[in-house]
T-cell receptor, first 111, second 114 residues
Framework: DAKTTQPPSMDCAEGRAANLPCNHSTISGNEYVYWYRQIHSQGPQYIIHGLKNNETNEMASLIITEDRKSSTLILPHATLRDTAVYYCIVRVGQEADGLTFGKGTHLIIQP | GAVVSQHPSRVICKSGTSVKIECRSLDFQATTMFWYRQFPKKSLMLMATSNEGSKATYEQGVEKDKFLINHASLTLSTLTVTSAHPEDSSFYIC??????????FGEGSRLTVL
């Protein structure tokens, strides 16, 4: 898996959009960008993934730059329950290997 | 979405005993499951890959005789921590892979060895 860089922590006010950046400057052409989050003392939860185009689902939006060297996960209306560690991972979509987790970003939603 | 369940969620045992943790895929068949370990305030570390009907593949530095993995069916993988010691206390998490490549994670099992 290509290396990713994320800020160690971020704060966001409840009700505002939370924008979590991720740098993946060495990403390969066949590698997807995946986002997972881990709420304290729980297993990781899949959020979203994308290859080139921006993606949106019921949880979040993923914005990938044209050169694919960075991306931003957007939680449009953050709630206290979104407080978690968010992991940005790049990997080949169909590969059989397990995920390699970095340190992630600890997002704290402030009331 | 796909559901992966782990049992037990918490276990406390005495040093020297063995502990078995189960990981089940509830609504899909998983030919491959993965086991992770997580220490407090640290990220998840992949321990091993569990393949149905064959031997598990362990990551470098993980003792295969210490952490026994059995993947006897397409919906169940087990991790047995043998002769557990306090340094084995950790949060153990499994994940299962759908055929399309998506990984889903269990709720985790917290092991405390006294």
């Amino acid at each position: 898996d290509a290396k990713t860089t994320q800020p160690p922590s971020m704060d966001c006010a409840e009700g505002r959009a939370a924008n979590l950046p991720c740098n993946h400057s060495t990403i390969s052409g066949n590698e997807y960008v995946y986002w997972y989050r881990q709420i304290h003392s729980q297993g990781p939860q899949y959020i979203i993934h994308g290859l080139k185009n921006n993606e949106t689902n019921e949880m979040a939006s993923l914005i990938i730059t044209e050169d694919r060297k960075s991306s931003t996960l957007i939680l449009p209306h953050a709630t206290l329950r979104d407080t978690a560690v968010y992991y940005c991972i790049v990997r080949v979509g169909q590969e059989a290997d397990g995920l390699t987790f970095g340190k992630g970003t600890h997002l704290i939603i402030q009331p | 979405g796909a559901v992966v369940s782990q049992h037990p969620s918490r276990v406390i045992c005495k040093s020297g005993t063995s502990v078995k943790i189960e990981c089940r895929s509830l609504d899909f068949q998983a030919t491959t499951m993965f086991w992770y370990r997580q220490f407090p305030k640290k990220s998840l570390m992949l321990m091993a890959t569990s393949n149905e009907g064959s031997k598990a593949t362990y990551e470098q530095g993980v003792e295969k005789d210490k952490f026994l993995i059995n993947h006897a069916s397409l919906t169940l993988s087990t991790l047995t921590v043998t002769s557990a010691h306090p340094e084995d206390s950790s949060f153990y998490i499994c994940s299962a892979r759908l055929r399309g490549g998506e990984l889903f994670f269990g709720e985790g099992s917290r092991l405390t060895v006294l």
